[in-house]
């Protein structure tokens, strides 16, 4: 009785505050709130209070909650682009991989891709700052996002009406257990959160002595054979960031058998990308090694540290290996609002002292 007393003084406000913190990126329990927000409407329904409109007015507040704080990350993305995917990646659990799936979703599917964003773990918080930096318009942005979200808050209020008795029924059980239960929950999550983090840190533990550096790469470019440099960036990515190390060629993990079929599993690769702590090259490397590639390391840092390091980069549109990648590079990136990353103030290998630079 407490849970429904609380949802009929605060509810509105519960409502608002939760939805828009959770699309801030806060760790707060959004589609739990809203349904037991909607079997408490239902239950105090059936004291005559009504269903409809409380259920509307409720779906309101949660697609303005919602779409303020995805207001936020847009223009966050629309002024700071690359930066600002980088940072609201560390906000999730599954950051090795949550920017590299949203980019490819979004390449395919463009802003359409908010109307489902909310329903898939990670998709929504990488998308709404992609479509920024992408350059969707703000009404546009609105509306689809506002579309997603009502969807969302729907099916989340619609399952606690249907599912009222059942809840009330889970409550009352969970009432009687007292704090036993909250120490139930508290420690799954925490069983999860550590699973999670002993994951990621048994594959960077496997993985720190098999790594290169930005500068023994550079001098790798100096010797024959030369390494093979894989890109592993989405499109997408290419299109925020048009600018490669030189003689990298553009390769994705979902074409292993191609790979295979094209590298002699004997030579020297070197994977690269832009995501954070470079988790997406060294999942690349150990996939390759387990099929039996036999040196195959990541590049400590990826491209941003090569280009920190002031090594040469190089420009999409001056590759001639791959002219529909470049075609489609320069039409999606007049979309972007914002300047791309400039090659300016690198420096090329003889510049540096390497006699040999025009082998890179």
């Known amino acids: 009785m407490l849970?429904?007393?609380?949802?009929?003084?605060?509810?509105?406000?519960?409502?608002?505050?939760?939805?828009?913190?959770?699309?801030?990126?806060?760790?707060?329990?959004?589609?739990?709130?809203?349904?037991?927000?909607?079997?408490?409407?239902?239950?105090?329904?059936?004291?005559?209070?009504?269903?409809?409109?409380?259920?509307?007015?409720?779906?309101?507040?949660?697609?303005?909650?919602?779409?303020?704080?995805?207001?936020?990350?847009?223009?966050?993305?629309?002024?700071?682009?690359?930066?600002?995917?980088?940072?609201?990646?560390?906000?999730?659990?599954?950051?090795?991989?949550?920017?590299?799936?949203?980019?490819?979703?979004?390449?395919?599917w463009g802003v359409r891709v908010l109307l489902v964003a909310k329903f898939i773990p990670g998709l929504s918080l990488v998308s709404v700052p992609l479509a920024g930096a992408m350059g969707v318009r703000l009404r546009s942005f609105i509306v689809h996002d506002g579309a997603g979200v009502a969807l969302w808050a729907a099916v989340g209020l619609g399952l606690g009406v249907a599912f009222a008795a059942e809840l009330e029924m889970l409550f009352a059980m969970l009432s009687r257990l007292g704090r036993q239960a909250g120490m139930v929950v508290a420690v799954l999550l925490a069983a999860y959160i550590a699973y999670r983090w002993w994951r990621r840190r048994a594959l960077m533990e496997t993985l720190e002595k098999a790594r290169v550096t930005v500068d023994e790469l550079y001098a790798m470019m100096e010797n024959k054979p030369l390494p093979t440099i894989f890109d592993i960036r989405s499109r997408e990515k290419r299109v925020l960031d048009p600018f490669v190390i030189p003689g990298a060629v553009f390769?994705?993990?979902?074409?292993?058998?191609?790979?295979?079929?094209?590298?002699?599993?004997?030579?020297?690769?070197?994977?690269?990308?832009?995501?954070?702590?470079?988790?997406?090259?060294?999942?690349?490397?150990?996939?390759?090694?387990?099929?039996?590639?036999?040196?195959?390391?990541?590049?400590?840092?990826?491209?941003?540290?090569?280009?920190l390091a002031g090594f040469e980069v190089a420009p999409l549109t001056e590759l001639g290996d791959d002219p529909v990648m470049t075609d489609e590079v320069g039409e999606m990136a007049a979309m972007c609002p914002w300047p791309v990353k400039s090659a300016a103030g690198s420096r090329s290998l003889q510049e540096a002292g390497f006699p040999h630079g025009d082998r890179a």
């Open 3 to 108: 849970l429904h007393d609380l949802v009929d003084r605060f509810g509105p406000a519960i409502v608002f505050v939760n939805v828009m913190g959770a699309a801030l990126g806060l760790p707060v329990p959004a589609m739990p709130t809203l349904i037991v927000v909607g079997a408490s409407v239902e239950v105090m329904a059936l004291r005559g209070a009504g269903t409809l409109w409380p259920i509307l007015g409720m779906l309101a507040l949660a697609v303005a909650g919602g779409v303020l704080g995805d207001l936020v990350w847009f223009q966050g993305g629309r002024r700071y682009g690359d930066r600002t995917l980088k940072t609201i990646c560390k906000l999730s659990l599954s950051r090795d991989t949550c920017v590299k799936k949203t980019e490819r979703f979004f390449g395919r």
């Open 251 to 307: 390769a994705d993990e979902r074409e292993l058998q191609r790979i295979m079929s094209e590298y002699d599993p004997a030579q020297k690769i070197i994977i690269y990308c832009s995501c954070p702590n470079e988790v997406s090259a060294a999942w690349m490397a150990k996939t390759l090694r387990n099929a039996g590639f036999k040196d195959v390391v990541p590049l400590t840092g990826g491209l941003d540290a090569w280009r």
